[in-house]
C-alpha cells in the first residue's frame, strides 16, 4: 500500500484555469518536497514544506503543509501550458532515516488550449 | 553546473545480460540514491549511500548492486537482467540526510529487457 497517496491520477484543465493536487500520509511528515517531471526528463525540484501550516509560493504555484491532516497540497493559479506534466510529491516519514524519501504515484496535469 | 549526471540515457538489454548504470554529482554531496519508476507507483527506492565507500539497501534492492568507491560517483549494477528490471532509473544526490535537503535528479536511464 501507499504510504503517500497523490489525487487525482490524473486532471485535464483549460488554460487559465486554476487545479489543485493533494498529498496525503499515512504517517507523520517531517518534511514534504514537490517535483515536476516532464516526459522523459528527470524530477525538477519545486518546493519544500517544513512546519504545519507553512506556505510557499513561486510565480503561481503555491504549496501547502496541513499538519493535522498530515497533507499536503499544491495550487497552480491561471494554468499556462508550461505547467503541463507529472506532478510528484516525496516526503520524509521515517524519524530514524532522514533522506529515505517515499514517494507519492504522481498526478499527471494537461493543460488544454 | 552539470548537476547530477546519468549515462546511458536508453538502453536495450537482453535477459541474463549485465551493465552498470552509472551517476556523477558535482555538487559535492555525501548522500546518493538511485530509483526505478513504474507507471503508477511512483519512485521506489533501490539503493542508497550516505558517503564515500558506504551502502544500503531500500526498498527494492533484489537483483541489483552498487558501489560508491568514489563521493562525486554511485553505481548500479544489473548482473543478469530480468524483464521485471525493465523501467526507468533515476540517480539522486543531497547534502546530507536530513529532513530539509531536497534531492537533485539525474534525467533517468530508460532501460528496456526482452
Known amino acids: 500500500s501507499q504510504e503517500l497517496e497523490q489525487s487525482p491520477q490524473s486532471l485535464i484543465v483549460q488554460e487559465g484555469k486554476n487545479l489543485t493536487i493533494n498529498c496525503t500520509s499515512s504517517?507523520?511528515?517531517?518534511?514534504l518536497y514537490w517535483y515536476k517531471q516532464k516526459y522523459g526528463e528527470g524530477l525538477i525540484f519545486l518546493m519544500m514544506?517544513?512546519?504545519?501550516?507553512e506556505e510557499k509560493s513561486h510565480e503561481k504555484i503555491t504549496a501547502k503543509l496541513d499538519e493535522k491532516k498530515q497533507q499536503s497540497s499544491l495550487h497552480i493559479t491561471a494554468s499556462q501550458p508550461s505547467h503541463a506534466g507529472i506532478y510528484l510529491c516525496?516526503?520524509?516519514?521515517?524519524?530514524?532515516?532522514?533522506?529515505?524519501?517515499?514517494f507519492g504515484a504522481g498526478t499527471q496535469v494537461v493543460v488544454t488550449p | 553546473n552539470a548537476g547530477v549526471t546519468q549515462t546511458p540515457k536508453f538502453r536495450v538489454l537482453k535477459t541474463g545480460q549485465s551493465m552498470t548504470l552509472l551517476c556523477a554529482q558535482d555538487?559535492?554531496?555525501?548522500?546518493m540514491y538511485w530509483y526505478r519508476q513504474d507507471p503508477g507507483m511512483g519512485l521506489r527506492l533501490i539503493h542508497y549511500?550516505?558517503?564515500?565507500?558506504?551502502?544500503a539497501k531500500g526498498e527494492v534492492p533484489d537483483g541489483y548492486n552498487v558501489s560508491r568507491l568514489k563521493k562525486q560517483n554511485f553505481l548500479l549494477g544489473l548482473e543478469s537482467a530480468a524483464p521485471s528490471q525493465t523501467s526507468v532509473y533515476f540517480c539522486?544526490?543531497?547534502?546530507?540526510?536530513?529532513?530539509?535537503?531536497?534531492?537533485?535528479f539525474g534525467d533517468g536511464t530508460r532501460l528496456s529487457i526482452l
Open positions: 549511500s550516505v558517503g564515500e565507500g558506504t551502502t
Open positions: 516525496g516526503a520524509d516519514i521515517n524519524s530514524d532515516s532522514w533522506g529515505k524519501l517515499q
Open positions: 539522486a544526490s543531497t547534502r546530507q540526510g536530513a529532513p530539509n535537503q531536497p534531492q537533485h
Open positions: 514544506l517544513q512546519k504545519g501550516g
Open positions: 555538487m559535492n554531496h555525501e548522500y
Open positions: 504517517k507523520t511528515l517531517y518534511g
